[in-house]
Antibody, heavy 117, light 107 residues
């Protein structure tokens, strides 16, 4: 059974930082790239970031470029999203998803990030 | 960036109706389009990828097709469990993008 479990969300003040984690089981990092997708309250889905199977390349949405960093630890079967300079517009549920071209085939339940003063 | 324009944004249907949702890409995406279903409070669920390939376990009443840069998701006979929001996504080129979503509710 494939499971993706996100953690690390919570309340943070504007300008603050947060690191999200996603532990993956039941699927191989050697065959699946990984992605983060977010969904602001009552809004649609927004792709945030992706990392290749080897981890040698990362891609970001323009809205987070330069503020967010995605990484992976194969030994822990975990992907991370380091978020800094957070603004209220970053408030959302953050989902991690496995990515095997051309689809996101498995998704976690999400972790809520709330940026508020 | 490739824009995906989904229509309609909202759709009311009765059980048994045929439902059609369209997703128009702003440029060619070589068929790299996926459809997801999302129910309130839940994560999205993959339905179709590569325009028309049904994800394992997804009922055959869901069908995907395309004509040029217009992609279509059809539910041939909508069932009570199908009332949800549907999103298209292009995976042809970064940045990956989603359509704005179509909320299908019970008439």
């Amino acid at each position: 059974e494939v499971q993706l479990v996100e953690s690390g969300g919570g309340l943070v003040q504007p300008g603050g930082s947060l690191r999200l984690s996603c532990v993956v089981s039941g699927v191989s990092f050697s065959t699946h790239a990984m992605s983060w997708v977010r969904q602001a309250p009552g809004k649609g889905l927004e792709w945030v970031s992706s990392i290749t199977t080897s981890g040698d390349a990362t891609f970001y949405a323009e809205s987070v470029e330069g503020r967010f960093t995605m990484s992976k630890d194969d030994s822990r079967a975990t992907v991370y999203l380091q978020m800094s300079s957070l603004g209220v517009e970053d408030t959302a549920i953050y989902y991690c998803a496995t990515y095997i071209t051309p689809r996101f085939d498995y998704w976690g339940l999400g972790t809520l990030v709330t940026v508020t003063s | 960036d490739i824009q995906l324009t989904q229509s309609p944004s909202f759709l009311s249907a009765s059980v048994g109706d045929r439902v059609t949702i369209t997703c128009r890409a702003s440029q060619g995406i070589s068929g790299s389009l996926a459809w997801y279903q999302q129910k309130p409070g839940k994560a999205p669920n993959l339905l179709i990828y590569a325009t028309s390939t049904l994800q394992s376990g997804v009922p055959s009443r869901f069908r995907g097709s395309a004509s040029g840069t217009q992609f279509t998701l059809t539910i041939t006979s909508v069932q009570p469990e199908d009332f949800a929001t549907y999103y298209c996504q292009q995976l042809h080129v970064y940045p990956l993008t989603f359509g704005g979503g179509t909320n299908v509710d019970l008439k």
